[in-house]
């Protein structure tokens, strides 16, 4: 019997695809699909240089339906947006189609068939509680829910989670046209709290640990800081490009490829060529990638003072070497002025720091049990009213079942 991660979600999903596509036959087989948003515990930026990384799933989803419909097409609705559909006649990458919904279907299409899926029509109704523009991965969610479905109604070989995630990475980079690593598709096909190295990448080295942080005293708050960090793509694109042109004079892919003491060596050199930042930033990844380890070391020794102490020095690593809290320094600055904020209610207890990819998103904030409630109503009453949410860690991966 398949376990229902979101039963609100499925019963939300069963209405949408009743009102879009019309009653489900009785004797028409359907099917669940869940995938969870996640966070990035630590790692910031270290994903796509072959470094290591912490991430959990979260207690948002995508969950939904889907049932064969007998064509060539699938057609999908999500809840709040308008329905559309792709032919599976081309699982050809399409210009036109690059940053559009319909890249995401296509490119998950594409990846299932070539493990053996035998591509054909389906309507598909989906939630997502999962906030967009955010640094929570729904794109990711929605990549991992598309491949799960197609998986099960395809008759496609069993695909692993480390597997699905890279499906969903290749998707993103060349169907949609986004540069990412893989830290955001293997934190949803995983679930729970994992630990990621990324130095091989033909397979990422995992592993997981049962936590809940609120059994250490603290609350995983997100909080929202206005500016949504899909309308800073370039910037983004600019810091694993930037790492990436360093790594190429060392004849290098990443920086997981190059020593440090190379680096060292050609400093000036480098900061000639490329500029202050790029070198600043590469120090980062170095620096940070050590802090992911010894947060996972504290984690399972159960030490949190220790991991928020590491944590606040991630928090300001990001802001002053790999500078992804701020695109451009003036009167606007949404994150740096939310975790400010933050800063100032904490008063030296907890944690904060800027979250994923940066440049808006969210921000991540660590906060003692006994101060989540003020510190929510705080934050919303300066930031907005739902500004910050109260998360947990979901031990469900990405996953599909027959109802």
């Known amino acids: 019997m398949t376990i229902i991660a979101n039963q609100t979600g499925l019963d939300r999903a069963r209405a949408l695809f009743e009102s879009e596509f019309g009653a489900i036959d009785a004797d028409a087989r ?27 799933a979260l207690d948002v989803s995508v969950d939904g339906i889907a049932v064969a419909n007998g064509t060539n097409e699938i057609r999908i609705v999500d809840e709040g947006f308008p329905t559309f559909s792709i032919s599976l006649d081309s699982l050809a990458v399409r210009e036109d189609e690059l940053g559009t919904s319909e890249a995401l279907v296509r490119g998950m299409a594409h990846e299932i068939a070539s493990f053996g899926g035998t591509p054909s029509g389906f309507d598909f109704a989906f939630t997502c509680t999962v906030p967009s523009g955010g640094g929570l991965s729904s794109s ?10 197609m998986e099960a109604l395809w008759g496609s070989d069993e695909v692993d989670p480390v597997t699905l995630a890279q499906m969903s990475q290749r998707t993103e980079n060349n169907y949609y046209g986004k540069p990412c690593g893989l830290m955001d598709q293997a934190a949803v096909c995983l679930g729970g709290l994992a630990y990621m190295d990324f ?15 609120e059994d250490h005293g603290y609350g995983l708050v997100l909080v929202k800081v206005g500016a949504d960090h899909a309308a800073s793509t370039d910037d983004y694109a600019a810091v694993p490009g930037e790492m ?6 060392f004849g290098k892919n990443r920086l997981c490829e190059v020593s440090r003491a190379d680096f060292d060596a050609k400093i000036p050199a480098l900061r000639e060529q490329f500029g202050d930042r790029a070198v600043i930033r590469c120090i980062h990844y170095w620096y940070e990638n050590d802090l992911v380890d010894r947060r996972w070391a504290a ?19 990001s802001a002053m070497y790999l500078q992804n809290v701020t695109a451009e320094l003036g009167k606007s600055q949404p994150a740096m002025y939310a975790l400010g904020l933050a800063e100032h209610i904490l008063n030296g207890r907890g944690a ?3 979250h994923g990819g940066g440049f808006g998103g969210t921000i ?14 705080r934050m919303d009453a300066w930031l907005g009213e739902g500004s910050c949410r109260h998360y947990a860690i979901s031990e469900s991966g990405a996953y599909a079942g027959w109802l």
Request: without cysteine; glycine residues 8%; proline residues 3%.
């Open 364 to 377: 991540q904030a660590f906060v003692p049990v006994d101060m989540v409630d003020d510190f929510m109503a």
């Open 299 to 317: 984690l399972n020794d159960g030490d949190i003072d220790a991991f928020l102490a590491l944590t606040r020095a991630s928090g300001a690593s």
């Open 244 to 249: 990436q042109a360093v790594a190429a004079e």
């Open 199 to 213: 130095e091989n990448t033909d397979r990422p080295a995992t592993k997981k640990l049962e936590l809940n942080f």
């Open 352 to 354: 904060v720091r800027i």
């Open 30 to 56: 359907v099917l669940y699909v869940h995938a969870p948003g996640r966070s990035e515990i630590a790692g910031n930026h270290t994903d796509h240089e072959g470094g290591h990384v912490i991430a959990g």
């Open 140 to 149: 990711a969610a929605v990549e991992a829910a598309y491949g799960r479905a």
